[in-house]
């Protein structure tokens, strides 16, 4: 069917009605094929007209001349109890030169599920008055599998929602940026959001919104919070919900589960990017011991086109809790209890070694040589070799995140940072801008260090800090392996930090490719110094900076022996005994530089 003409009337409108359909089931899909192609050929439009309602719901729209192609639309019907028609519309305001066009209309899985002999198991759910057998995950969720309300009868209105009246027991949360929207029919923003409903199917219908247009911005998040529920054993609770992705710059949805009420929680469920002009139904099966609450986390993404929508959410084989969830000191205490230390005589300028008491120098203290008996000396230091795995930090820290009140202080939730991550965690896409394996396993199970540049703003640094380092030898250097892929890459430095000074030792900035690359730092002798791994983000989020393996090679202090220096070593002016090989070579060896003495 198409339509072909050149004319200059005001106003022109086409419409093509289908026939009158009785209902449908909850899986219906309606696809067609349509061609839209020429120079002011104009918008078009189809229509949902159901008996009763007097205002039409608009499934889908084409706005523009969309080339010399035929294109695929697939909408999502739903469940539709009362007859309706399908119209559509093409319409033309001033001047139309095109040809508009459609083909291969095609309704699929619209019937009621069948009617059955028998429905056994306790998996299975027998509709009353249609005999259909439907999964018992399908009972009180909102929707009509059954096509006789049978399957949503004798349901808990407290363990569900639709938003038809509101927010029912949802609230929400105070701690975010700004609220989720209850809404009727589109969107403000085109091409972004939904057309209508997931309960009614209809623009009568009503869903939550998270608005992704001005004046929110890149990383806002806007949270929803459940109701409590009383601790629910080993998986016997089921959230089920309805959401809705659809636009060129949606970012992130993320369900949450906490037991402590000032806290964020835990991940139970995300989804990243354009899911399509569609409802997609989800299912969490939580387990807790404790009582807890669901947070339903919408964060915005780079553009006007990232609305998210929720619908129908329900609970199944849950109960609500009348109390409240416990509350965690978000402040620390400025002072921290001395380990018990064994009988000494050490002074205020030595370190007493934990296990025998005995005395050695401070300067000896993390300077990657053990001198306690029980090492005692380098375990609050910075780890020789450092590969992330067992999600160890090996003494790194930010000093950023150590200024900010308590652990789980809310302010630490967007700020660029440093985080461990592994390709297992990552979320669709991610890949392209983070690591997909780390460097030590070559595995998505495998630990790496990365500043996540989907927080923070263009310019921020994030900084990750040994502990004070005591003393390096010679020959000291860092080997590490880093990970610089994405468009918008911005720079990596390493960097000295001694009392208030801090001098660059390396950086790189900008995309290195998809693998990761190895880097040397030459640190020498130096004392009483930090390194400093120094991220700075770009201009989006398009960008992480990710580190593995990071090792301290040959940076013990050199050892003076008791021993006189054998005929193949030079005697350094400290009595420090090293290869005559090593003379002259722009090397301080000796750590006093009488190695490279003209005298010599």
């Not at 039409?56 to 294109?71: K, S």
């Not at 003494?395 to 308590?406: D, I």
Request: net charge negative; glycine share 8%; with cysteine.
């Amino acid at each position: 069917m198409f339509i072909l003409k050149s004319s200059s009337s005001v106003s022109q409108i086409a419409r093509l009605r289908s026939p009158k359909f009785r209902q449908t089931g909850s899986n219906c899909t309606l696809s067609f094929w349509y061609y839209n192609y020429g120079q002011s050929v104009g918008a078009a439009e189809m229509q949902l007209l159901v008996d009763g309602l007097r205002q039409p719901t608009v499934l889908w729209r084409a706005y523009y001349n969309e080339g010399n192609q035929w294109l695929k639309a697939v909408i999502q019907l739903g469940r539709l109890p009362r007859p309706f028609q399908l119209s559509l519309d093409k319409i033309s305001l001033g001047f139309y030169d095109g040809v508009s066009a459609i083909d291969d209309i095609t309704f699929e899985n619209c019937a009621l599920p069948p009617p059955a002999l028998s429905c056994e198991g306790p998996s299975r759910f027998w509709c009353r008055d249609t005999k259909a057998c439907i999964d018992s995950l399908l009972v009180c969720d909102l929707v009509d599998h059954c096509g006789d309300g049978s399957d949503e009868d004798n349901c808990n209105p407290d363990l569900q929602c639709n938003f038809e009246n509101g927010l029912c027991n949802w609230e929400q949360d105070v701690e975010d940026d700004f609220n989720w929207i209850r809404i009727q029919g589109p969107t403000p923003t085109v091409n972004t959001g939904p057309l209508k409903d997931h309960t009614t199917g209809t623009a009568r219908g009503h869903y939550l919104y998270m608005e992704s247009s001005e004046p929110h911005q890149f990383q806002d998040k806007a949270i929803l919070l459940s109701p409590l529920f009383n601790p629910s054993g080993n998986g016997t609770c089921i959230f089920r919900f309805h959401y809705h992705m659809f636009g060129k710059q949606v970012y992130k949805l993320s369900v949450f589960q906490r037991t402590v009420s000032n806290t964020k929680g835990w991940l139970l469920w995300y989804k990243f990017g354009n899911q399509g002009n569609r409802w997609i139904r989800q299912t969490l099966y939580i387990s807790s011991f404790k009582p807890f609450q669901i947070l339903v986390k919408g964060i915005v993404g780079d553009g006007f086109t990232g609305d998210i929508g929720l619908d129908d959410m329900s609970f199944l084989g849950c109960t609500l809790y009348n109390g409240n969830l416990p509350t965690i000191s978000t402040t620390t205490s400025g002072t921290s209890v001395p380990a018990t230390l064994p009988m000494n005589n050490c002074t205020e300028e030595e370190f007493v070694c934990r296990a025998s008491g005995h005395c050695i120098q401070m300067i000896q203290k993390c300077d990657f040589r053990p001198d306690c008996s029980d090492k005692s000396d380098e375990l609050a230091c910075v780890m020789e070799v450092c590969n992330f795995e067992d999600k160890n930090e090996c003494g790194w820290y930010q000093p950023a995140l150590e200024r900010m009140s308590g652990y789980y202080s809310t302010h630490t939730t967007n700020i660029f940072k440093w985080e461990l991550g592994r390709g297992a965690n990552l979320y669709p896409e991610q890949e392209k801008h983070c690591p997909l394996i780390d460097h030590t396993t070559c595995t998505e199970e495998g630990w790496y260090l990365f500043a996540d540049s989907s927080n923070g703003e263009f310019g921020h640094i994030a900084d990750i800090v040994t502990p004070v380092i005591s003393l390096t030898g010679p020959k000291c250097k860092i080997v590490f392996w880093n990970h610089m892929n994405g468009s918008t890459i911005g720079s990596l430095e390493v960097l000295c930090k001694t009392g208030n000074k801090t001098s660059k030792l390396w950086t790189q900035s900008g995309t290195q490719g998809p693998q990761w690359n190895r880097a040397e730092v030459f640190l020498g002798i130096r004392s009483n110094f930090q390194v400093v791994f120094r991220a700075k983000r770009g201009v989006s989020y398009m960008g992480d900076v990710a580190v593995d393996d990071i090792t301290f090679e040959d940076c013990s202090p050199l050892l003076i022996t008791d021993r006189p220096c054998i005929s193949e070593e030079f005697t350094c002016a400290n009595k420090y005994c090293i290869p005559k090989d090593n003379l002259c070579d722009f090397v301080n060896d000796c750590a006093d530089n009488s190695d490279e003495s003209p005298t010599i």
